[in-house]
């Protein structure tokens, strides 16, 4: 079965210092997304990206994060300079369509832990 | 904005009884609804999911149920498993929109 890879699965970092997480989305999937889970907390959604653009963000996703598709398969999510609270599970998912026409399933990675010391 | 609120936020049962997980939510545009089950280290999977125009979708031992005048669904799950523990997060989106909205989280413990 088709799967969402994330890379790294944790990643411990100094806080200011900049973090890429990737994500290797369904290859036949058009929407991307970004969600964070802070700790025993609920999922947030942070970024939906579709034909090289974002398409909407939370308040979350202030200036700090961007989003990227480098090349035909990976999806990145880069956090400039990093906060304690910026510590969480960052999920990533894809799904096939952003439009409900049976097919708005998102698919997500088992996610990246990012620890901020 | 969408906003989903989930209850309770933990369960417990014991094998082989019935497990109910509720929510509401407020943006009456909303139209599409899936429940998502998350096991320890891993992300969240898509168990179930109801359109607005339908009221109840029943797969096995789960069934979802959707009011949409009053704004809630629910999940049912019955003959409950010890595998069935995880937390169960239930969510919202409308047509069109790609930020779909998640609820806290329900930590489902099925004891044998």
């Known amino acids: 079965e088709p799967e969402v890879t994330q890379t790294p699965s944790h990643q411990v970092t100094q806080m200011g210092q900049e973090v890429i997480l990737r994500c290797v989305p369904i290859s036949n999937h058009l929407y991307f997304y970004w969600y964070r889970q802070i700790l025993g907390q609920k999922v947030e959604f942070l970024v939906s990206?579709?034909?090289?653009?974002?398409?909407?963000k939370s308040e979350i996703f202030d200036d700090q994060f961007s989003v990227e598709r480098p090349d035909g398969s990976n999806f990145t999510l880069k956090i400039r300079s990093t906060k304690l609270e910026d510590s969480a599970m960052y999920f990533c998912?894809?799904?096939?369509?952003?439009?409900?026409?049976?097919?708005?399933?998102?698919?997500f990675g088992a996610g990246s832990r990012l620890t901020v010391l | 904005g969408e906003n989903v609120e989930q209850h309770p936020s933990t369960l417990s049962v014991q094998e082989g009884d019935s497990a109910v997980i509720k929510c509401t939510y407020s943006d009456s545009a909303s139209n599409y609804f899936p429940w998502y089950k998350q096991e320890l280290g891993k992300g969240p999977q898509l168990i179930i999911d109801?359109?607005?125009?339908?009221g109840e979708k029943k797969d096995q031992r789960i069934a979802v149920t959707l009011n949409k005048t009053a704004k809630h669904f629910s999940l049912h799950i019955t003959e409950t498993q010890p595998e069935d523990s995880a937390v169960y997060f239930c969510a919202a989106s409308t047509y069109n929109n790609n930020d779909m909205r998640f609820g806290a989280g329900t930590r489902l413990t099925v004891k044998p």
């Open positions: 109801i359109r607005s125009n339908v």
């Open positions: 998912a894809s799904s096939e369509s952003g439009r409900l026409s049976g097919a708005n399933v998102l698919t």
């Open positions: 990206f579709y034909n090289n653009e974002i398409s909407e």
